[in-house]
């Protein structure tokens, strides 16, 4: 049984994020690393076979309103380890734009 003693003297444990969360931005971080553009959002992640298939929005067009902007989605494929191994920019909408089911 701990006592009170032991539990002063434990040290908190590091939260360790989820692998999903990492995959997701170090996805993100390559992709901006290879379009020049930040993304905005991860909008769906999922385990492949292979690794981890990503899609991310992404600001394309800055217009005024900004509900005018254009967002491009791109779906990125890593490996087990979140190395990208490829992406493609699968479509594009305007912000203010509706959008149902999932598109693709």
Do not use: C
Request: aromatic residues 4%; charged residues 35%.
């Amino acid at each position: 049984m701990a006592t009170d003693d032991d539990n002063k003297t434990r040290k908190p444990r590091a939260r360790r994020s989820h692998p999903a969360v990492a995959v997701a931005r170090d996805a993100a971080r390559q992709l901006a690393e290879l379009t020049g553009k930040d993304p905005e959002a991860v909008t769906a992640i999922s385990r492949t076979d292979d690794g981890w298939k990503v899609e991310l929005d992404v600001l394309e067009l800055h217009r005024v309103p900004e509900t005018a902007d254009l967002i491009a989605v791109y779906v990125v494929e890593t490996d087990g380890d979140g190395q990208l191994l490829s992406y493609r920019r699968t479509r594009r909408f305007v912000r203010s734009q509706a959008q149902e089911g999932d598109g693709t």
